[in-house]
């Protein structure tokens, strides 16, 4: 029998399926923000101000409690998905609390399986959620596909490092993955994956470069002319 190779991170990965990724975030939507939530604050508001620069619409995938939402600026459209209506929930009270008007709707639905017809947004963006999801290279292409040629692509994330301290630790937690809700072992590559996602930008960001924030440009569509090849 032949053995396929396989990444490190789907090696060790305990598989989340859908219903342990609700599980672990209806435990986290209470204490989320003064937890992660803050620890990932830096990342979370450096993409925003990138994505103020632009305009048109945009959809922020796995939104969480919705913490990035006031930091949008008003010229902007926001829709927001999530998987975990616990965290869903807090974002709703968040738009409320804070009054906020351009929301243009929060929905549950699943990132790999995004329900907008293709080229819907200007940018589309993932923070701290390809690394949750079961399939992160059906995602990235559920990302590209919405986004519009030309459109950005923006992911905030943790990527694991093969050595070192970091990495060890990142090895052991592994199968503890189901019970934090994301796998610390998880190679960048798992993202570039795309032919029609241009990595155009890179950079590791506060605290201590452990996060990572990369922006694509979704290329135009190779239209094939019947008569090119001859
Ligand atoms: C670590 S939280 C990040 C939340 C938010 N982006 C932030 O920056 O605070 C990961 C979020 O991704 C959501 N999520 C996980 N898998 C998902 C999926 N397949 N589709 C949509 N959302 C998902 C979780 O419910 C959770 O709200």
Same mark, same amino acid.
């Given at each position: 029998?032949?053995?396929?190779p396989?990444?490190q991170?789907?090696?060790?990965?305990?598989?989340?399926?859908?219903?342990d990724?609700?599980?672990?975030?209806?435990?986290?939507?209470?204490?989320y923000?003064?937890?992660?939530?803050k620890?990932?604050?830096?990342?979370?508001?450096?993409?925003?101000?990138?994505?103020?620069?632009?305009?048109?619409?945009?959809?922020?995938?796995?939104?969480g409690?919705?913490?990035?939402?006031?930091?949008?600026?008003?010229?902007?459209?926001?829709?927001?998905?999530?998987?975990?209506?616990?965290?869903?929930?807090?974002?709703?009270?968040?738009i409320?609390?804070?009054? +906020?008007? /351009?929301?243009?709707?929060?929905? &549950?639905?699943d990132? @790999?399986?995004?329900?907008?017809?293709? %080229?819907? =947004?200007?940018?589309?963006?993932?923070?701290?959620v390809?690394?949750?999801?079961?399939?992160?290279?059906?995602?990235?292409?559920?990302?590209?596909?919405?986004?519009?040629?030309?459109?950005?692509?923006? +992911?905030? /994330?943790?990527?694991?490092?093969? &050595?070192?301290?970091? @990495?060890?630790?990142?090895r052991?937690? %592994?199968? =503890?993955?189901?019970?934090?809700?994301?796998h610390?072992?998880?190679?960048?590559?798992?993202v570039?994956?795309?032919?029609?996602?241009?990595?155009?930008?890179?950079?590791?960001?506060?605290?201590?470069?452990?996060?990572?924030?990369?922006?694509?440009r979704?290329?135009?569509?190779?239209?094939?002319?019947?008569?090119?090849a001859?």
């Amino acid at each position: 029998m032949v053995r396929r190779p396989q990444s490190q991170s789907a090696a060790l990965a305990h598989q989340m399926d859908h219903d342990d990724v609700r599980d672990a975030y209806r435990r986290w939507a209470p204490v989320y923000d003064f937890t992660f939530g803050k620890v990932s604050t830096a990342g979370r508001r450096h993409a925003v101000e990138l994505i103020n620069s632009s305009n048109g619409k945009v959809l922020e995938v796995g939104v969480g409690t919705g913490l990035s939402l006031p930091e949008y600026k008003s010229h902007l459209e926001i829709t927001g998905i999530d998987l975990a209506p616990e965290m869903l929930q807090k974002a709703h009270e968040r738009i409320r609390s804070e009054r +906020l008007t /351009n929301i243009a709707g929060l929905h &549950e639905m699943d990132a @790999g399986d995004l329900q907008f017809p293709d %080229a819907s =947004f200007d940018t589309v963006v993932a923070m701290y959620v390809i690394t949750v999801v079961p399939e992160p290279e059906k995602v990235m292409r559920e990302l590209a596909r919405v986004c519009k040629p030309g459109g950005q692509v923006m +992911l905030v /994330n943790h990527f694991s490092q093969e &050595e070192g301290v970091r @990495g060890w630790v990142e090895r052991k937690m %592994a199968p =503890f993955a189901d019970l934090v809700g994301w796998h610390s072992v998880f190679e960048m590559s798992r993202v570039m994956g795309c032919d029609n996602l241009k990595l155009v930008e890179r950079k590791s960001l506060r605290p201590w470069g452990i996060f990572t924030m990369m922006r694509f440009r979704k290329q135009a569509d190779v239209v094939h002319h019947p008569l090119a090849a001859e």
